[in-house]
């Protein structure tokens, strides 16, 4: 079963930004389509993000404008550059392929306060 490892997220004041990585062992890696999804504390996970096989990229209405998503498939890895936070994004971040097909990782947390 490959797993995901996610990285980068942290304590930050609104305004900062993050990047965050996730990364797996999947030899099959550029021929699935990948997605970046949240958790809030007493929440559902919900999506924030995706990537296409040929790069094409979707944003959750909260995500649009501030958040990028991209991949590098060469180190199997999809990253999500968050700018402008908000104590709203406060959560953890998870990543999987479309239709979760990896076993889900521990997540980053991401915590955004002044």
């Known amino acids: 079963q490959v797993q995901a490892v996610e990285s980068g997220g942290g304590l930050v004041q609104p305004g900062d930004s993050l990047r965050l990585s996730c990364a797996a062992s999947?030899?099959?890696?550029?021929?699935?389509?990948m997605v970046w999804y949240r958790q809030a504390p007493g929440a559902e996970r919900r999506w924030v993000a995706s990537?296409?096989?040929?790069?094409?990229?979707l944003y959750a209405d909260s995500a649009q404008g501030r958040f990028t998503i991209s991949r590098d498939n060469a180190k199997n890895v999809v990253h999500l550059v968050m700018n402008n936070l908000k104590p709203e994004d406060t959560a953890v971040y998870y990543c999987?392929?479309?239709?979760?097909?990896?076993?889900w990782g521990q997540g980053t947390q991401v915590t955004v306060s002044s």
């Open positions: 999947d030899t099959n890696f550029k021929n699935k389509g």
């Open positions: 999987n392929t479309v239709g979760q097909m990896w076993t």
């Open positions: 990537i296409s096989t040929s790069n094409t990229a």
